[in-house]
């Protein structure tokens, strides 16, 4: 439980295992319950999703955390794959909002193990495709 009193449903690390270890989906889409007492799965997509279909679900004006499996160039040319945990907290959400996602963060995060890189974003340009695999490297 994260100090705002949120928790993380038992389906939140079910569809990230199924993400990580049985390559179900490429992106799962994480947000509050509307009573904002627990972290619910949203959307998960299957493998054929793009980057471009990821950055498209995410709301200009609302709050969310995801996780992405992202395919990128090594230096040395080879094929690589990290888990991206996102928060994404955009300039439009409310403030409230905003608080309860930031407090209730590691409740998620500490729950899916196996996460590579951390993604913080308030708008579309530090997720981009580029940005991410900027901070991969």
Same mark, same amino acid.
């Given at each position: 439980?994260?100090? +705002?009193?949120?928790?993380?449903?038992?389906?939140? =690390?079910?569809?990230?295992? !199924?993400?990580?270890?049985?390559?179900?989906?490429?992106?799962?889409?994480?947000?509050?319950?509307?009573?904002?007492?627990?972290?619910? =799965?949203?959307?998960?997509?299957?493998?054929?999703? %793009?980057?471009?279909?990821? @950055?498209? &679900?995410?709301?200009?004006? !609302?709050?969310? *955390?995801? $996780? /992405?499996? /992202?395919?990128?160039?090594?230096? !040395?040319?080879?094929?690589?794959?990290?888990?991206?945990?996102? %928060?994404? +907290?955009? !300039?439009?959400?409310? @403030?409230?909002?905003?608080? =309860? *996602?930031?407090? +209730?963060? &590691? %409740?998620?995060?500490?729950?899916?193990?196996? =996460?590579?890189?951390?993604?913080?974003?308030?708008?579309? &340009?530090? $997720?981009?495709?580029?940005? $991410?695999?900027?901070?991969?490297?």
């Amino acid at each position: 439980m994260s100090m +705002s009193g949120v928790t993380a449903q038992a389906e939140c =690390v079910q569809a990230f295992n !199924d993400l990580k270890l049985g390559k179900k989906y490429k992106y799962i889409i994480y947000k509050l319950s509307a009573d904002m007492k627990s972290i619910e =799965v949203e959307k998960s997509s299957d493998r054929s999703a %793009t980057y471009d279909d990821f @950055i498209g &679900d995410l709301p200009k004006d !609302d709050c969310r *955390y995801a $996780v /992405f499996d /992202f395919d990128y160039k090594a230096p !040395d040319g080879g094929d690589r794959a990290k888990i991206v945990f996102y %928060t994404w +907290s955009p !300039d439009d959400a409310k @403030i409230k909002q905003k608080m =309860v *996602y930031a407090s +209730s963060k &590691d %409740t998620l995060r500490k729950s899916l193990n196996g =996460v590579g890189v951390d993604v913080q974003g308030t708008d579309y &340009d530090e $997720v981009t495709q580029e940005a $991410v695999q900027e901070k991969i490297r």
